[in-house]
């Protein structure tokens, strides 16, 4: 069975801080691997990884995938209460319906 | 203009009363999904369709049943509602599958 897992899942950081996510995956013919943000409504899109050891970045946020050790991570630098959130990793697998797993979410919380 | 939109924002009706969600998408985008999202915030795909024709199906009970008039559209059906159907439906499309997926705003729905 296709199993994405996520750690931590929670975390509570103050501003300022770097957070680095974890999510580390056991799936049968795997495509990409997606990170979204989740704050009160709809999943947002971050980053669709699909090569190892190419870093995306977006602003304060990057992302890396080890397709060899089967995991990504999510990091955010100079962390802001803005970024608050469930972040959740996906693995798209290669069929011809772009089924994703998700994993369980890392809540994160940003004081202030 | 919304991007993938679904209908209504809440839901709250009792046991075994039937009621339909329903989304549409102005992407052009080819498939369509419905995923539930429990009180952990766990998204789990229920339902997958390309170009109208269901491609996946997720071991979802039969009283869930999901119908694509077309590619912009996917409405969910559902059956005498149990207090475990209660949960946070959200409808969702992508590009030929293999690509991020738009998240409508979800449907709290509570079965009482």
């Known amino acids: 069975e296709d199993k994405v897992v996520q750690s931590p899942l929670s975390l509570v950081v103050h501003e300022g801080d770097t957070v680095t996510l974890n999510c580390s995956y056991e799936v049968t013919n795997f495509r990409s691997l997606l990170w979204y943000k989740q704050e009160k409504k709809a999943p947002t899109f971050l980053f669709m990884l699909?090569?190892?050891?190419i870093e995306k970045k977006s602003g304060r946020l990057s992302s890396i995938l080890d397709k060899k050790e089967l995991f990504s991570i999510l990091n955010i630098t100079a962390t802001q209460t803005g970024d608050s959130a469930v972040y959740l990793c996906?693995?798209?697998?290669?069929?011809?319906?772009?089924?994703?797993?998700f994993g369980d979410g890392t809540t994160l919380t940003v004081k202030p | 203009d919304t991007a993938v939109s679904q209908t209504p924002k809440y839901l709250v009706t009792q046991m075994g009363n039937d009621k339909s969600i329903k989304c549409e998408q102005n992407l052009g985008h080819d498939t369509m999904y419905w995923y539930k999202q429990d009180s952990k915030k766990f998204l789990k795909i229920m339902f997958s369709?390309?170009?109208?024709?269901?491609?996946i199906n997720e071991t979802v009970p039969n009283r869930f049943s999901p119908k694509s008039p077309d590619k912009a559209h996917l409405n969910l059906h559902i059956n005498s509602l149990e207090l475990g159907d209660s949960a946070v439906y959200f409808c969702?499309?992508?590009?030929?599958?293999?690509?991020?997926?738009?998240f409508g705003q979800g449907t709290r729905l509570t079965v009482v």
């Open positions: 996906a693995v798209l697998l290669n069929t011809n319906a772009g089924k994703s797993t």
């Open positions: 969702a499309s992508s590009q030929f599958g293999d690509r991020e997926a738009f």
């Open positions: 699909t090569s190892s050891g």
């Open positions: 369709y390309n170009n109208k024709e269901l491609i």
